[in-house]
């Protein structure tokens, strides 16, 4: 098998293994691994921004609390604290490889999202995640000490004696496997959306990370805190489209099908209360109305702040044939962000020993059991940034392996049939999963849940043992062992806490949550005036409803 070294290897090629990497050059030589194209991946779609403290109205104490208020006081205040303080010099890191944030005046435009008590939202239009991933990718490629290596999937961390000397990785262009070796290997896989049916995620966000990390028995937490989005646009052909919380910021409100409010019943911060409030409440309207969707309206935003901060949702909307300008948006909430994830401290160490975890798939305790919105990227960036002061101080301390692991033995390559049985099995954790460990759960649901899947996994074990590993059976793989380390952990917690709420601890029922009177009373008179709507104008959608 071929060997390929290095004294750094990273796995993933996001905000946190790109700014990683780059705060490493000079540490010793890295690879990274990347299981796609360098700038394939969650980064590039993020739009809000990076929370951060940057004006003489705001300060850390407050960006501190409405984190640890977002995560129902299960956040680590040491992480938080550590994150909202280095945020400034870090957005200023970012500035200086060349990351042109949005500016008014000459100064950083702050957007809002939900849960924030300020404008603290540092971002470039509605495309923050692409600006940032485009200028990571061109400031890692100019270091000799960096090598990527795209389409290279990792199958299988090695560990030899309690400490991790790399991955074996298949390269999914050729079919050939290779050890990538290394004296520290960086997680930095992102998160695992696709285990849900409805989701923002791309399709390449299968949970790999936290998959390799379980089978190698590195300690992971709070894998039950699955964030949900409230709107992501509903639409056949959006393909999980985030409609950013930014457009909230700017004026947006959620709105029932009549363009009439109900967030006010249920937090006073409205449409802007945290994710998994309005995520719930959604879930909730939804349900009693027995409708697949909402809408938010932005029609109350000037067209010039659309044209400036939201050109991107603004042409993909209109692509659509929604516009925003004049039409209510149907969105409806979708997975997001797993708030768990393979457990760290806060320089990155895992519990294997030259094993680090950053970004999504860590575990660093900021977002405790809801994440603050914006604050990933932030994330990403702070944790990469200890870990690579980390791992420089401790580089010449760690050991080199001699080790030729087992690659897994030559299969058959999969039939068509199988080829087809690998999407079916997949669709069928997504769906269960969104079905019984989704928005709102309940004891008997999440038992159904987990036979389920523990039928599906047996399956797979089997496929694993007789057909030859693809990136399809690998995914496939990774978002089993994703699902399976959200519903062990769910089932634990046996009461609700942030975004893992638990409705009917013991039965299932299908009537919607309890509601208070007077919501049922204005749920009811706005079935009444839905079915009223006869100005409705269907423009290749269901759900685009045009008040005139
Ligand atoms: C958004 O723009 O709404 C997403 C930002 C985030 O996930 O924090």
């Known amino acids: ?43 590039r779609l993020a739009q809000g921004g990076i929370a951060c403290v940057n004006n003489a109205h705001d300060n850390f104490e407050s960006h501190i ?15 938080v604290e550590l994150m909202v303080s280095l945020a400034p010099a870090l957005i200023e890191e970012l500035v ?47 270091f000799k000490s960096i090598h990527t290596f795209e389409y290279f999937i990792a199958i299988k961390l090695v560990v030899h004696d309690s400490c991790c000397y790399g991955t074996l990785a298949l390269d999914t262009q050729t079919g ?36 390799l990390a379980y089978d190698a028995g590195v300690p992971i937490s709070d894998m039950e805190f699955v964030q949900f989005h409230p709107t992501m646009l509903h639409h056949a052909q959006a393909h999980g489209f985030l409609i950013s919380e930014a457009l909230r910021g700017a004026g947006a409100e959620l709105v029932l099908p009549d363009a009439s409010t109900f967030m006010q019943h249920y937090h006073p911060l409205g449409s802007l209360a945290p994710r998994d409030i309005v995520s719930r409440a959604m879930y909730t309207e939804m349900k009693v109305l027995g409708l697949p969707n909402l809408f938010l309206d932005a029609r109350s935003i000037s067209p010039k702040t659309i044209e400036t901060h ?23 909430p979708a997975a997001h962000f797993i708030c768990g994830g393979v457990t760290t401290n806060l320089d990155g160490c895992t519990g294997l020993k030259q094993l680090y975890a950053i970004g999504e798939v860590a575990r660093t305790g900021v977002h405790g059991a809801n994440r603050l919105a914006s604050n990933s990227l932030l994330e990403g960036l702070v944790f990469a940034f200890q870990t690579a002061n980390h791992v420089k101080e401790n580089l010449p301390y760690y050991k080199n392996s001699v080790l030729l692991p087992n690659f897994p033995v030559q299969k058959l390559p999969k039939t068509a049939l199988e080829q087809k049985e690998i999407a079916h099995l997949r669709l069928a954790i997504q769906t269960l999963m969104w079905e019984h460990i989704g ?4 004891e008997l649901g999440m038992k159904e849940g987990e036979t389920a899947l523990n039928l599906i996994g047996s399956r797979i074990q089997v496929l694993l043992k007789t057909i030859q590993l693809d990136r399809e059976l690998i995914e496939l793989n990774s978002i089993y062992k ?35 009177k007077n919501i049922l009373k204005e749920t009811v008179k706005v079935k009444e005036l839905t079915q009223q709507i006869v100005d409705s104008e269907e423009i290749g959608n269901d759900h685009v409803i045009k008040i005139k």
């Open 1 to 43: 098998m071929r060997i390929i070294e290095s004294d750094i290897l990273v796995i993933g090629s996001g905000i946190a293994g790109l700014f990683f990497a780059s705060k490493s050059a000079d540490s010793g030589t890295i690879n990274i691994i990347t299981k796609a194209a360098i700038d394939d991946g969650n980064t």
């Open 65 to 79: 609390n409405d984190t640890l208020l977002a995560g129902a006081g299960f956040c680590n205040r040491e992480a």
């Open 96 to 142: 200086n490889i060349g990351v042109k944030f949005s500016k008014e005046n000459n100064i950083l435009d702050l957007g809002k999202e939900g849960g924030h008590s300020h404008h603290r939202i540092v971002h470039s239009t509605d495309i923050t995640g692409s600006v940032i991933e485009q200028a990571l990718v061109k400031n890692v490629s100019q």
């Open 176 to 211: 050939e496997s290779v050890f990538f070796r290394s004296k520290s290997t960086v997680l930095a896989t992102g998160g695992g959306g696709q285990a849900y049916l409805q989701t923002t995620n791309p399709l390449l966000a299968t949970g790999d990370g936290y998959a």
């Open 310 to 332: 939201f050109p991107n949702i603004n042409t993909t909307c209109l692509a659509l044939g929604i516009d925003m300008l004049h039409h209510l948006i149907p969105v409806a």
């Open 439 to 442: 928005i709102v759960r309940c």
């Open 482 to 516: 994703t699902a399976e380390l959200i519903i062990n952990a769910a089932l634990k917690r046996t009461v609700s806490l942030g975004c893992h709420y638990i409705e009917y601890p013991n039965t299932y029922k299908n009537s919607g949550p309890p509601r208070d």
